[in-house]
């Protein structure tokens, strides 16, 4: 297979350049007389709990049915990922999250596990997988009652009933709590008449709604005997056998987009469409054959985000498949840099291996940390979701603690992954450019998952606000001695699977002294101390500025709240980069070699470091770091890459991808076996005596 990719057998050899050219370093381990991570253990533990699954996963896209084939028109793509659902469905990989009866496997981890495996294959695949089993089909699951369950849920499964999402609308994308479309119950008919009042309306970016799907879960403001009860969801349908929408059902296809363009996104319009009563997915909400409303749930905001809630996963998959797109990005440009050869001194000597280089360094390893960081930190997740969802830890803290963890972590990971595929793309130069080497396809593809599932500034202010009210309510009958007992060492573990996210803890102050500092750099509970007291400050200022809100008019106080709200979103932007840190701390007390953990250790460290870098201004200014304190930092995270650097092949290689899974031409090996072919090249004709003089030498002759 002449575009799989694998690792070279004989690495890139290591040489000094005289003075004057740019230091090489040693490119493995071994080389280096450094302790050597254990590949296959580090494997494990990236692809954590549901691991068995990720592996059937791969193993099953090594298939080249399953791979997107570039250059494809849109028509061509859109058929193939068709297609391509189907080989799913023959392989019985989107069903494990659907109850035993219906030929699932009630495994909600592992089902999401497997579906984050398809973006190695095609991110278009992956999404419009997504869009069928993970969307509509969880709709009908999660929404609905036995009753649908039967008569719907067999067809989803199959494909037979290829269905759209319809909930987001042009005019309304996150604030679904004020779309416009009404499901008006008719008494007389027993009939929902569901209807499309205006074009801002209409349903918007639905996959499977421009040609395939033939339902549709429609999210509408539920009327009955005048009164609107909220958002609800409705089964559908909206094209009959022949593809031809159903009387009353409009719609159109979005045509080309930015990426995923193998998904058939649509938008869709209903004038007057009657469905049955029984059409209402009646899990949390009902309406009798009179018209008489009625739910378990009281609260209609509580009722609201209930239905809701049952459909975090959509974000969690994205948190993981995002993180898994870095590490793929990383994989790739990190096994290039370790081969392209570029600039020698001016002295003849051999060019240097662009990994060599400490630009090259700073752009990707730290990138490699932070995905590091996001792998482990998703399998904390995954797991805090499989629990809930299996009813194991199901209550209302645990719902409202996996919202809240889903709104921070995928809007981290997501825009992790456009950083890091665009630096990736950079730094393999004009190849990284060529579609063949997949940097920029997955740029693309992955672009729009900074808005699936909501905004993600959107999604940090909801997590801002939760983290304001955990703050208020620490001092609910405390006094100044109780406040400041409480601990600010909390694991991962703890905040994942406990209830509640953070207490407050005592401020932190610049400690130790810069000697010190310098010598031993900024270790783990010091790193842990600097990122946690960030937190707390910024939430504690925020709410001491918001405090008046309460004794204001409803428009100050809005205003009020507009000023802050760019320091509040990046208050619970700096809490999910501390779960991050934290998981990643959890995950070393898993490793039982010394080398590993010591490599590992050094790799939470460059995340960890970077994050205090990143946020410099803000330790300097609050007082947490000295000048001469902030500089070490800077220094050290240098001197981390340089101890890194023989380690890098082993830690991209530790995510576990194989030659079908990469398929860029250029972390294939081919560009090693160019360089050395050139350097035989020279070598011979040095030998050979025929060699040119070069002008300079000619010229001092």
Avoid at 302 to 311: N, V
Avoid at 421 to 429: D, F, H, S, V
Avoid at 612 to 633: C, D, F, M, P
Wanted: glycine content about 10%; charged content about 25%; aromatic content about 8%.
């Amino acid at each position: 297979m002449t575009d799989a990719a694998v690792r070279p057998e004989t690495p890139s050899i290591a040489r000094r350049t005289p003075a004057g050219g740019a230091p090489t370093a040693a490119h493995t381990a071994a080389e280096a007389s450094e302790p050597r991570i254990d590949t296959a253990r580090v494997t494990d533990l990236l692809l954590g709990t549901w691991g068995h699954v990720r592996r059937q996963a791969r193993e099953m896209i090594k298939d080249p049915a399953f791979w997107r084939i570039d250059g494809q028109t849109v028509a061509e793509h859109r058929e193939r990922v068709l297609g391509q659902l189907h080989l799913l469905v023959e392989n019985k990989a989107v069903h494990r999250a659907f109850p035993t009866r219906f030929g699932g496997e009630d495994d909600q981890g592992g089902n999401i596990a497997g579906f984050e495996e398809l973006v190695a294959a095609d991110p278009s695949l992956q999404i419009k997988s997504g869009v069928q089993w993970g969307l509509f089909g969880a709709a009908i699951y999660q929404l609905g009652t036995e009753e649908h369950h039967e008569k719907w849920l067999p067809g989803a499964m199959s494909l037979e009933i290829p269905g759209a999402f319809a909930m987001t609308e042009t005019g309304h994308g996150s604030d679904v709590a004020a779309i416009g479309t009404t499901a008006t119950y008719d008494p007389e008919t027993a009939e929902f008449v569901i209807h499309t009042p205006f074009r801002g309306a209409w349903k918007d970016y639905l996959g499977n709604a421009a040609l395939h799907g033939i339902a549709a879960t429609v999210f509408a403001q539920l009327i009955t005997n005048g009164v609107n009860h909220g958002v609800h969801c409705f089964y559908v349908p909206i094209r009959d056998e022949n593809g031809q929408f159903l009387p009353g059902v409009g719609g159109e296809d979005d045509g080309v987009k930015g990426g995923l363009n193998g998904i058939d996104n649509g938008r869709l319009h209903f004038d007057q469409v009657r469905v049955p009563r029984t059409n209402l997915l009646n899990r949390y909400g009902d309406v009798a054959e009179d018209g008489t409303y009625s739910s378990a749930i009281s609260s209609p905001g509580r009722r609201f985000f209930t239905m809701l809630g049952t459909l975090v996963q959509g974000r969690i998959s994205l948190d993981g498949s995002a993180a898994w797109a870095s590490a793929l990005g990383l994989n790739i440009a990190v096994t290039y840099g370790n081969q392209r050869r570029q600039f020698d001194s001016g002295l003849g000597t051999p060019e240097v291996v662009l990994l060599d280089y400490g630009k090259h360094q700073r752009r990707l390893l730290p990138r490699l940390a932070t995905t590091y960081a996001e792998i482990f930190a998703h399998d904390e997740f995954l797991k805090k979701f499989d629990g809930v969802f299996s009813g194991r830890t199901d209550s209302d803290a645990d719902r409202e603690d996996l919202e809240t963890l889903a709104a921070v972590l995928k809007p981290l990971s997501t825009w992790h992954a456009l950083d890091t595929l665009q630096e990736a793309r950079e730094a393999c130069g004009g190849s990284g450019f060529l579609a063949e080497n997949r940097l920029t396809g997955l740029r693309s593809d992955l672009d729009i998952y900074v808005t699936f599932e909501g905004d993600n500034n959107v999604l940090l202010q909801l997590v801002g606000k939760r983290l304001l009210a955990d703050y208020g309510r620490q001092f609910k009958g405390k006094d100044a001695r109780a406040l400041a007992a409480y601990a600010v060492g909390q694991t991962a573990g703890k905040l994942f699977h406990g209830a509640g996210l953070r207490q407050l803890g005592q401020a932190v102050t610049d400690f130790g002294s810069t000697a010190r500092a310098v010598e031993r750099g900024l270790r783990g509970d010091q790193q842990h101390e600097l990122l946690t007291d960030r937190v707390q400050q910024m939430v504690s200022d925020v709410a001491g500025r918001l405090r008046a809100a309460s004794k204001l008019p409803r428009d100050e106080a809005a205003a009020l709240f507009n000023q802050n709200q760019a320091e509040l979103i990046e208050a619970a932007r700096a809490h999910g980069e501390l779960l991050q840190w934290e998981a990643f701390t959890d995950a070393l007390e898993n490793i039982d070699d010394a080398g590993t953990k010591k490599v590992l250790t050094w790799v939470r460290d460059l995340f960890g470091l970077s994050l205090v870098e990143k946020h410099l201004a803000w330790y300097l200014i609050n007082g947490r770091l000295s000048t001469q304190r902030a500089g070490a930092v800077s220094s050290y995270i240098d001197r981390l890459c340089t101890r890194l650097r023989p380690h890098a092949q082993d830690l991209v290689d530790a995510f576990g991808y194989e030659p079908e899974h990469v398929r860029a031409p250029i972390a294939s090996g081919a560009e090693g076996e160019r360089q050395r072919e050139a350097e035989r090249y020279y070598a011979d004709l040095e030998a050979s005596g025929r060699a040119p003089i070069p002008e300079k030498k000619a010229a001092a002759k």
